[in-house]
């Protein structure tokens, strides 16, 4: 039980605060109102650093279905854990949507477009191509496995309390670098239950909430974090 509260409340913290921050930056008469790109991926990466920090220590702070199913797929994770983990993670996801919701409640009737209110909750491609989308989902998420194992099997980054920043830090350059084909879910939670969390709710002339899409955010990330464990652990061994 405290592993699963770990999770559930890292991953209400990550989607709180990343989707708080998509939310400021897109919702009409937000203080941040069109702040842009940069401080998109500048709040998502501490947002995933927070989240760490909060948890880590406690549930190892997966907060992310990829996460938990490439470790376990390369060894170092139980397999039997997996089940708590993936549902503490979905649900924890689907309370931070619940949250932004309320935090920002004034400003969804402010908002015209449909299309800026699901984009708080989820992702959606800039450019509509299955296939180069969910290769862009896969190659994101495998290099933010690749980049969590190299950071957390290096002692000096795990014995300085660094690595959870560290991980922020990978968070942004995939952002930056990699995320504005498809907004880099990255992770099946972070997208799939704010986008159930969209569907539900009362929002003001929200519009559909992109089901054709959804699978996409859902199945790059896990193959891809399979793939980036597996090739890091096949070079390093590790």
Same mark, same amino acid.
């Given at each position: 039980?405290?592993?699963?509260?770990?999770?559930?409340?890292?991953?209400?913290?990550?989607?709180?605060?990343?989707?708080?921050?998509?939310?400021?930056?897109?919702?009409?008469?937000?203080?941040?109102?069109?702040?842009?790109?940069?401080?998109?991926?500048?709040?998502?990466?501490?947002?995933?650093?927070?989240?760490?920090?909060?948890?880590?220590?406690?549930?190892?702070?997966?907060?992310?279905?990829?996460?938990?199913?490439?470790?376990?797929?390369?060894?170092?994770?139980?397999?039997?854990?997996?089940?708590?983990?993936?549902?503490?993670?979905?649900?924890?996801?689907?309370?931070?949507?619940?949250?932004?919701?309320?935090?920002?409640?004034?400003?969804?009737?402010?908002?015209?477009?449909?299309?800026?209110?699901?984009?708080?909750?989820?992702?959606?491609?800039?450019?509509?191509?299955?296939?180069?989308?969910?290769?862009?989902?896969?190659?994101?998420?495998?290099?933010?496995?690749?980049?969590?194992? !190299?950071? $957390? =099997?290096?002692?000096?980054?795990? /014995?300085?309390? #660094? @690595? *959870?920043? +560290?991980?922020?830090? %990978?968070?942004?350059?995939?952002?930056?670098?990699?995320? !504005?084909? $498809? =907004?880099?879910?990255?992770?099946? /939670?972070?997208? #799939? @239950? *704010?986008? +159930?969390?969209?569907? %539900?709710?009362?929002?003001?002339?929200?519009?559909?909430?992109?089901?054709?899409?959804?699978?996409?955010?859902?199945?790059?990330? #896990? @193959?891809?974090?399979?793939?980036?464990?597996?090739?890091?652990?096949?070079?390093?061994?590790?």
């Amino acid at each position: 039980m405290k592993l699963f509260v770990a999770e559930l409340i890292g991953t209400l913290l990550l989607v709180l605060l990343g989707d708080g921050v998509v939310a400021a930056c897109l919702l009409r008469r937000s203080k941040a109102e069109n702040s842009g790109w940069m401080v998109i991926t500048t709040g998502w990466a501490m947002a995933v650093a927070m989240a760490v920090y909060a948890v880590g220590k406690i549930s190892g702070g997966h907060i992310n279905p990829a996460v938990t199913l490439a470790l376990a797929a390369v060894g170092k994770f139980a397999w039997r854990d997996v089940p708590a983990y993936l549902a503490a993670q979905f649900l924890g996801a689907f309370l931070g949507a619940v949250l932004v919701w309320l935090v920002y409640f004034p400003h969804w009737r402010e908002t015209e477009g449909g299309t800026e209110k699901l984009a708080v909750f989820s992702t959606a491609p800039a450019i509509r191509n299955p296939v180069a989308n969910l290769f862009t989902e896969i190659t994101g998420t495998a290099v933010l496995l690749f980049g969590v194992l !190299a950071i $957390t =099997g290096d002692s000096g980054a795990a /014995a300085s309390g #660094l @690595a *959870p920043l +560290l991980i922020g830090l %990978l968070v942004w350059s995939i952002g930056l670098s990699l995320g !504005a084909p $498809t =907004g880099y879910a990255i992770n099946p /939670a972070r997208d #799939l @239950a *704010p986008r +159930l969390a969209h569907a %539900l709710l009362p929002i003001p002339n929200k519009g559909g909430s992109d089901w054709g899409y959804s699978w996409i955010p859902v199945i790059g990330p #896990l @193959a891809g974090g399979i793939v980036g464990a597996a090739v890091y652990v096949k070079l390093f061994g590790a």
